[in-house]
């Protein structure tokens, strides 16, 4: 008997999502093969992309500080009013 991955979905997972799938189709009998392996694809997936998802949250990067003194993160706003530049902020 093969070894399971650690990625790969458990004997009890996958029946638990088959036996909700045959539920989905009214309880009537029908393709319990189809429902087991569906079942398995479809925990695979979700697998899968909450480990993409996990490794983009930990691998995003702060931008390098590259300004002078208290260099806020936000822009400078400046105010133009008549004949005279303001600015204000950062």
């Given at each position: 008997?093969?070894?399971?991955?650690?990625?790969?979905?458990?004997?009890?997972?996958?029946?638990?999502?088959?036996?909700?799938?045959?539920?989905?189709?009214?309880?009537?009998?029908?393709?319990?093969?189809?429902?087991?392996?569906?079942a398995?694809?479809?925990?695979?997936?979700?697998?899968?992309?909450?480990?993409?998802?996990?490794?983009?949250?930990?691998?995003?990067?702060?931008?390098?500080?590259?300004?002078?003194?208290?260099?806020?993160?936000?822009?400078?706003?400046?105010?133009?009013?008549?004949?005279?530049?303001?600015?204000?902020?950062?």
């Amino acid at each position: 008997m093969m070894q399971p991955r650690s990625e790969d979905p458990t004997h009890e997972q996958i029946e638990t999502r088959a036996y909700e799938l045959y539920l989905q189709r009214g309880g009537e009998d029908g393709p319990a093969f189809e429902d087991w392996l569906t079942a398995e694809d479809r925990l695979r997936r979700k697998r899968q992309e909450f480990e993409r998802l996990l490794q983009a949250a930990t691998t995003f990067k702060q931008p390098a500080y590259s300004g002078g003194p208290q260099q806020s993160a936000f822009p400078r706003r400046l105010y133009r009013w008549p004949g005279q530049l303001f600015n204000h902020g950062g």
